[in-house]
DNA sequence: CGTATGACCATGC
DNA sequence: GGCATGGCCATAC
């Protein structure tokens, strides 16, 4: 099996806590320089059919505007979490993207950090 | 091995 | 805001 990519796609999927999303993109670059967000995409598509791989929070990866890939089911189980989408059916990534992967943890298994900035970090509070 | 396709993204109009 | 185009790279056929 070559999952040693999805692998570690999926890895880094698991770690996004609940409440919170990230992009296909943003899980690309935590992985690796060289995975893009296409690749996510195909890691994420093979657990629908195939799921070797228990407890991917699939529903928290979502694409760069901010709405989701799948239909409504995962905006469901998104708002189960707490996430809240607008009429358009798009979601403030600022408010609940994920920030990367805890600093410790990325080190020690290869991952990288989100270069990001971010800087204002409004941290919810929302409440 | 060539072509088509995809749970994507950035850019341009 | 929406729509079209090109690029991306792994899989499926």
Redesign the pocket.
Known sequence: M??T??SRIYEVVRHIPPGRVA????V?LVVGP?????????A??????DSPEPSVP??R?????GKV??GRY?QQLLEQEGLVFNA?G?TDLQRFGWQGPDPAWAAAHGFSLLSHAAADAPQLDLF
């Open positions: 070559s999952n990519l999805y992009t296909y993109g943003q690309a060289h995975v893009t967000a296409q690749q996510v995409g195909e994420m598509a093979a657990l629908r059919d699939w529903q990866v979502i694409n760069a505007q890939s799948t995962q358009k798009s």
